[in-house]
């Protein structure tokens, strides 16, 4: 009986674990309920004294460092349930001291703490393979989930979750254990969603979970912690950013409803609807409902900082500046009594009156506030306790906001008297901020964390890209460096990540490192790329809840300590090192014009920002920096072109091509027909923005009459070859270590899809026959040396035995199906031969590659969309292209949108086979896409000669060709057979001669 009273109540508790505010109304009973579970497992002197002096301990002990779960309570209570062989109840006390961690945030103990009981757990399954542990391990699942969303691996999560749904809903009659868990993970899949921004399928996991409440006679027990309330507000939030205001009303009238039953936490609950609530109407622009509930808001006493705030916020949305000004001084006067000048709401309000004096023209009133709020926190901060807490610090993140303002002031300033000395010092400003943000991304371990700072510092970098144009703008022999520091800022805010994979990959390769060194430091990464690789493959299997995996993921966070700890002491050792890891965006313009003259190439770098886009042009001895002459105009014929390329089979006709025509043309003259001099015919482009999505090859140079046939409108492959780079930093990061390339010998895998699986699967995507992948390999194989996997045996374990195992191949060519993930680019995958694409094992995901070394030189990924995924602001798409990067591939041919199976054979075929002739990969595919379209020519082909079936296939990375290790001995076949047939006329002619 103890025991099911007290599993019930940590099954509510872990319920409601990350709900603080929930805890605190039970954790009044948790002292008793301990005390009774000692007494009542207690059949012996000594078991029953260890009882009675936890029950000392716990009437002792506060009520708050019990709910903050006290190690030695808990793990005391664990012991004794261990000496009496209660595994329920050890379990239970185990997974209490868990829950007090995760209160405290402790997750990295958490983690440890559920590996160790996960380990225990399968010793114990082993010894009694009858005993039931199912709870237990239910607990496990529940705790990891917590784990991995706090490493920001919202997928591994969401599998978890996933798991525990299915097996929950599969119950036929479920307990109300089995109900309230299905409830909980409906409710944390909907949390998850909803950072994915899957906010619609959000919405049916809490109506699922309210649902299931309401039915089985829930609702005191999720009411009493606000969890109904909570889904309310999720789903308000998720209907905002689907923009359905009526559906976020009906919210609110829930969220109103339902305060009236809370019995706790009452002003807590209110705060935070009437909160919400008064942002909706705020952002919407309705002045009497935002008043309203900004009265609400006031009238609850816990929170008048916090509604000063509030009140602040709406003075400045609702009055002109001269009267919203006066208003927000004086309650900043009032926070300042309040909470003093470094609170964050007085921080807030500070920020905002500068705003404001900014937006009425008062620069001077705007630069005083600016540095009254620099001084009223510096005067409130202690001394950071190291550099690094001073980095990463409030004071840091704080100053490049006040420096951002500061130079936006100032530029207004110039805009308005025309003196250079504000737009040097607005450009001091800028400067400033910007290093800020290299001071920050340094200090961060986290890759994605790096990437999520450059994310939001896009405005940043577009305000300094602003005054550099400006400054190049300026009369002078001087204007042209601006043209390399607008180069400089473009190189900083792309590709953070991939630069930072090339340079600790590189970093240990040079000479001035002892053998030693590098050969532990390779040992040391290679153990933690096989440890990653194994949790990949567990989470595939659905085996995330085991000992074994717990144990190697602790493993693996001991060897990665262990490898900075290494990595830190070789810096100290040789600081050259240092220096080299954080070199980040050091490729210089007058570099880059070196290697383009020497190369006769020419290079175009864009950045695309919220108001302007901004290119850099050079041909090597020319350069010139330029912003879009019409934002918008571009903009527009960018979604035009990406959705006339992905849908033209849809509707391909006339009106539409010439919808295509004009989009292409009008592109083509904001880029590079605006640039001042002629490009060479080798061309090299850094996209941002939309233009990632666009082939530039199939740009129009000029325009078309309505008459004239595809295969002869001026598309800009005719005139340019084009090849594409992440960024020119990470080009010559990887340029470090790329080896001197093979001659080109292929794995080419072209696996075999049934008509039967779309019947046996048909919820799977990207499943349907290829009847041309076989006959695309036989192509590769009649230019190049290829081992060719076909068929069934193309599945994913024979690509493992191949790319792990350290053969001699070149190029892994594969032939099959893809998905571009564009809400999670990890999860972008390529399609491998499997009776069962329902499981894992028939992709291979774009995450998975993030823990392989693979040996290929090139990577040609014959399939839909592999260039494409998730987009992220400066590092560009995140999907199967940027993995095979991150696994040590040099060079790659992808695809920009879905292909045709039969044209990719053209392609792929006059590709290898000018590969074959030793020709640069850039090369080799323009060649491939001229001949295609020259062979439409021919046949006087309209509708294939358009770009949707040739100008998908875009080169990536290293461009030089590869060895031709054959050639030499074609060229002696090809001579002795011509001397052969030399002797054999001589012969003939000879014979007839002596007859006559």
Not at 186 to 207: C, I, Q
Request: hydrophobic share 40%; charged share 25%; net charge neutral.
């Amino acid at each position: 009986m103890h025991s099911t009273i007290f599993l019930n109540l940590f099954r509510d508790i872990n319920r409601l674990r990350v709900k603080q505010d929930a805890l605190r109304c039970i954790r009044g009973l948790l002292p008793v309920m301990c005390c009774v579970c000692a007494v009542a497992y207690s059949p012996v002197a000594a078991q029953e004294a260890d009882a009675r002096q936890l029950e000392e301990e716990a009437s002792e002990m506060d009520r708050s460092a019990l709910y903050e779960g006290s190690s030695e309570l808990w793990l005391r209570a664990a012991e004794l349930r261990k000496k009496q062989g209660n595994w329920d109840a050890y379990f239970l006390d185990r997974a209490y001291y868990a829950n007090g961690l995760a209160m405290r945030s402790l997750i990295t103990e958490v983690s440890r703490e559920m590996e160790d009981v996960a380990f225990e757990l399968d010793s114990l399954k082993k010894a009694n393979p009858d005993f039931v542990f199912d709870t237990v391990e239910v607990i496990v699942k529940r705790f990891h989930i917590i784990t991995l969303l706090e490493q920001n691996d919202v997928a591994g999560a969401e599998e978890i979750c996933n798991s525990l749904i299915e097996q929950f809903e599969a119950i036929p009659e479920k307990s109300d254990y089995d109900h309230q868990i299905l409830i909980s993970q409906y409710f944390r899949k909907a949390e998850l969603l909803t950072r994915k921004g899957a906010y619609k399928h959000a919405t049916e996991y809490n109506g699922k979970a309210l649902d299931a409440i309401f039915k089985g006679g829930y609702e005191s027990l999720y009411q009493r912690d606000g969890a109904i309330l909570k889904a309310y507000l999720q789903n308000a939030d998720c209907y905002m950013a689907l923009q359905d205001s009526v559906l976020v009303r009906f919210e609110f009238e829930r969220m109103k409803a339902r305060l009236g039953a809370l019995t706790s936490k009452v002003e807590e609950r209110s705060f935070e609807v009437y909160k919400r609530i008064f942002d909706f109407y705020l952002a919407s622009g309705k002045r009497d409902s935002a008043s309203l509930y900004l009265d609400l808001l006031a009238a609850i006493p816990a929170f008048e900082a916090e509604a000063g705030y509030y009140r602040a916020r709406f003075a400045k949305k609702f009055n002109a500046p001269s009267k919203a000004i006066p208003v927000m001084e004086g309650i900043r006067r009032q926070l300042i009594a309040m909470v003093g000048p470094a609170h964050q709401y007085v921080v807030s309000v500070s920020l905002d009156l500068a705003k404001s004096s900014l937006e009425a023209g008062d620069i001077p009133t705007c630069l005083d506030r600016l540095n009254t709020i620099r001084n009223g926190f510096r005067a409130e901060s202690t001394p950071p306790a190291s550099s690094q807490d001073w980095i990463s610090g409030r004071d840091v993140r704080l100053s490049i906001e006040i420096l951002l303002l500061e130079a936006k002031a100032m530029l207004s300033s110039f805009s308005k008297s025309g003196k250079p000395g504000e737009l040097q010092d607005a450009w001091e400003k800028a400067r400033l901020a910007v290093d800020g943000i290299d001071m920050l991304r340094n200090a961060l371990f986290s890759e994605s964390d790096r990437v999520f700072l450059v994310e939001t510092s896009y405005a940043l970098y577009e305000l300094a890209l602003e005054i550099s144009y400006l400054k190049y703008a300026q009369p002078g022999d001087a204007h042209l460096s601006w043209a390399d520091t607008a180069f400089d800022l473009m190189e900083r805010s792309k590709s953070v990540s991939l630069v930072d994979a090339a340079l600790r990959r590189n970093a240990f390769s040079y000479d001035f490192l002892p053998d030693s060194v590098r050969v532990l430091e390779a040992a040391k990464r290679g153990q933690i790329l096989k440890l990653r690789q194994t949790i990949d493959d567990a989470r595939n299997r659905g085996d995330q809840g085991s000992g074994d995996f717990f144990q190697v993921q602790g493993r693996l966070v001991d060897l990665t300590r262990d490898y900075q700890e290494f990595v830190g002491y070789v810096k100290k050792a040789y600081p050259v090192l240092e220096q080299i890891l954080n070199s980040g965006s050091n490729s210089g313009l007058r570099e880059i014009d070196s290697k383009l003259a020497r190369d006769s190439m020419g290079l175009i770098e864009f950045f695309y920002g919220n108001q302007a886009v901004f290119f850099i042009a050079s041909n090597g001895s020319m350069r010139s920096f330029q912003k879009v002459r019409d934002h918008a105009l571009l903009e527009s014929q960018c979604a035009v072109l990406n959705r006339h390329l992905r849908t033209f089979l849809n509707e391909p006709t006339h009106a539409r091509i010439r919808e295509f025509a004009h989009a292409a043309s009008t592109v083509y003259r904001q880029t590079l027909g605006s640039i001042p001099f002629s490009m060479p015919f080798r061309v090299q482009v850094v996209p941002d923005g939309p233009l990632r999505g666009i082939s530039f090859a199939c740009l129009m140079t000029g325009k078309a009459g309505d008459r004239v046939p595809l295969y002869e409108y001026p598309f800009a492959v005719k005139k340019h070859q084009f090849s594409y780079l992440y960024s020119c930093t990470f080009q010559s990061k990887l340029m470090n270590g790329v080896h001197p390339s093979r001659s080109p010998e292929v794995d080419a895998f072209c696996p075999d899809f049934s008509p039967q699986l779309r019947t046996l699967f048909p919820d799977e995507i990207a499943i349907a026959p290829l009847p041309y992948n076989v006959e695309e390999v036989r192509a590769i194989a009649a230019h190049v040396p290829a081992r060719r996997v076909i068929g069934a045996e193309a599945d994913k374990e024979a690509f493992s035995r191949l790319a792990l195992s350290g053969h001699t191949s070149s190029v892994l060519h594969l032939a099959s199906h893809a998905v571009a993930n564009q809400e999670d680019g990890g999860r972008s995958f390529i399609r491998f031969a499997s009776d069962r694409p329902d499981l894992p094992g028939s992709k291979l995901l774009a995450r998975e590659l993030y823990g392989l070394e693979l040996p290929y030189h090139l990577v040609f990924l014959s399939a839909c969309e592999t260039a494409t995924g998730e987009i992220r602001r400066g590092e560009g798409f995140v999907g199967l292209a940027r993995g095979f990067f991150y696994a040590g591939v040099e060079s790659m041919i992808t695809t920009l949108w879905t292909i045709s199976d039969r044209a990719s054979v053209d392609i792929v075929d006059r590709f290898y086979a000018s590969l074959a002739k030793g020709c640069q990969k850039d090369k080799a595919l323009w060649e491939a896409q001229v001949a295609y379209l020259n062979n439409q020519r021919m046949k006087k082909d309209k509708l294939h000669a358009h770009p949707f079936f040739w100008a998908a296939f875009i080169p990536l990375g290293d461009l030089e060709g590869m060895q031709v290790a054959h050639g030499g001995h074609q060229a002696l076949i090809c001579l002795g057979i011509g001397m052969l047939a030399l002797i054999f006329l001589y012969l003939i002619i000879r014979k007839k001669f002596r007859r006559v």
